[in-house]
């Protein structure tokens, strides 16, 4: 899932670069969707594992 973040920050900075302003604001979006879902399944993975114990 972080991979995939990182991939579309990576297409929105080339296309920022090349000008293209609609692809990149509609990557970096997806790229923060991306990256909070990381966040949040991340924390609940660690929570879990925490209970476990």
Same mark, same amino acid.
């Given at each position: 899932?972080?991979?995939? &973040? $990182?991939?579309? %920050? $990576?297409? #929105? %900075?080339? #296309? &920022?670069?090349? +000008? /293209? +302003?609609?692809? #990149?604001? !509609? #990557? $970096? +979006?997806? &790229?923060?969707?991306? /990256? /909070?879902?990381?966040?949040?399944? &991340? $924390?609940?993975?660690?929570? %879990? !594992? %925490?209970?476990?114990?």
């Amino acid at each position: 899932m972080l991979h995939y &973040a $990182v991939v579309f %920050l $990576v297409i #929105a %900075l080339v #296309a &920022a670069l090349f +000008g /293209f +302003g609609g692809i #990149a604001s !509609g #990557a $970096v +979006g997806i &790229a923060k969707i991306l /990256f /909070f879902v990381f966040i949040v399944i &991340a $924390v609940i993975t660690f929570v %879990l !594992g %925490l209970i476990k114990r």
